[in-house]
C-alpha cells in the first residue's frame, strides 16, 4: 500500500510547536530514576496526552518501584509492524537545575534541561511518529511502550521492567529504540551488556600505631584484586571497571573491611560464564593471607547484540535519510546499554539512538536541538512506511 508521505510530513510540520511545548512541559516534571512518584507523574502526563490524541493507553504497575506506559492507536489491525521504545526515568537528582528546570533558546535551536535528550526528547519523537502515520491511515500496529527505571537496569522493579518489554515486544517485525541521538549521524547497531558484582572483602582489624603486626588489611587485599581485574581489560569485548570502594572506620586503624564493586561490559551473552568463572577466581584467592572474599552478582542488563537484521534495517533508514537530505548516517557500536537490548533478545531487527540529537547527556549541560524533533520524526515515518514484509528475505 502507499503512503500519503507528503501529508504525513505537513502534520508533523504543523503539530511541531505544540508538540516542542509537550516535550517542555515533560521535561519539567523531575523524575530521576529512584523517586517513584516523579516518574509516575511524568508517566501520568504522558498518558493524558496520549489519550487527548486518541491512542489505546496502559499503565503498567509492578510490585515495587516506578510505572511503565504502552500505547496505541486502535486500528483493528493486528499486523504487529513496529515498536518504539523510549524511557520516561533520567539519572539527574531534583533541584540540580535550579527553579528554572528548562530553558529554551530558540534562536540558537537549543533545549536544556534534565531528560530533554535522554530520553524524553526520544519519547516526544516516538509520539509524533505515532500520530503521523495515524493521521495517514497507517493500518499497521505501532506500539509505543516506555519504561520507568531505564536508567537503573530496571532495578527498583526487579526485573519486571525488564520483563515488560520481553513481554510486550512479542510478535513485532521491527523496534526503534528512540534513545539519545547524536549529532554526527551515529546510529546504534549493537551495544554491550552490563552486571555489576559487589565483591566483599575481610581482614582483620587491629591498632596501626601499636600493634599493627596483628592486623591484616582488607583494604590492601582489594587493591591486590583490582589490579589483577583491571589488568584483564579488552576494551573490545569484555570492560572490567572497579568504580566504587568502600572500606576501614579511620586512619588509625588496620581495615577489617572492604567492599569493591566492578562493573563489567560484554558484547555477547555467552560471555557471562567466562566473567563470573574469572571473578569468581579472583574472589577466592588471597593476595593477603589471612583475608577471605565473597561475590555476588548485583545487576544484569543484556547486550544488544549486532545481527544481520540490525544491519539491513539500518541500510534501509541510511537510504531513506539520504532521499530526504539528512545526510549518511553511519551505524555504530556502543559500550552503555539500553532497552533495545530486550527486542534483539526476541530477535527482532532493531536499531538504537534514534531520539532527538543532542550534546552531554547525564551531565547539567545535557541539551538537545529542537529542529532535530521534526528531522528524526520524518525519517522514521518514512522508514516504517517503506519497510520490507521479511528482513530475512530484504537485500
Known sequence: MNYNLEKAFNFIDENEKEMQKVWIDLCMIESPSIDTNGVNQAIDFLNKKLIEYGMTTKIHGFNQGPNSI????????????????????????????????????????????????????????????????????????????????EE????????????????????????????????????????????????????????????????ISAIKEAACKIIEIEKNNDFKSIHYNVGVVEGGTSQNTIPEFCTITVNVRFRKLSDLEKIQEFLTKITKKSFIEGTTAEITQISLSDPMEETEKNIKLFELLKKNSEELGFGTPYSCY??????????????????????????????????????????????????????????????
Not at 530553558?103 to 535551536?109: A, F, Q, S, T
Not at 551515529?186 to 603486626?213: D, M
Not at 550534546?359 to 538537545?368: K, S, W
Request: a negative charge.
Open 152 to 215: 537503573v537496569g530496571h532495578r527498583y522493579t526487579v526485573g519486571e521492567g525488564k520483563q515488560f518489554f520481553l513481554d510486550e515486544l512479542k510478535g513485532f517485525k521491527s523496534c526503534i529504540d528512540c534513545e539519545t541521538g547524536f549529532v554526527d549521524g551515529r546510529v546504534v547497531i549493537g551495544r554491550k551488556g552490563t552486571t555489576n558484582f559487589k565483591i566483599s572483602i575481610r581482614g582483620k582489624a587491629a591498632h596501626s600505631g601499636n600493634e599493627p603486626q596483628n592486623g
Open 334 to 395: 556502543l559500550g552503555g546499554g539500553s532497552d533495545a537490548a530486550h527486542s534483539v533478545t526476541l530477535g527482532i531487527p532493531t536499531l538504537c539512538g534514534m531520539g532527538v540529537k543532542g550534546y552531554e547527556n547525564h551531565t547539567i549541560r545535557e541539551r538537545a536541538i529542537l529542529s532535530s524533533l521534526v528531522e528524526r520524526a520524518k525519517l522514521l515515518v518514512k522508514t516504517i512506511v517503506t519497510l520490507p514484509e521479511n528482513f530475512e528475505e530484504a537485500n
Open 70 to 149: 504502552t500505547a496505541y492507536f486502535d486500528n483493528k489491525s493486528d499486523e504487529k509492524e513496529i515498536a518504539i521504545l523510549g524511557h520516561l526515568d533520567t539519572v539527574h537528582k531534583k533541584g540540580l537545575f535550579g527553579e528554572e528546570i528548562v530553558k529554551v533558546d530558540y534562536e540558537n535551536d537549543i533545549i536544556y534541561g534534565p531528560g530533554v535528550l535522554d530520553c524524553k526528547g526520544g519519547v516526544i519523537v516516538g509520539t509524533l511518529v505515532a500520530r503521523a502515520l495515524n493521521h495517514i491511515e497507517y493500518d499497521k500496529v505501532v506500539k509505543l511502550a516506555f519504561s520507568g527505571d
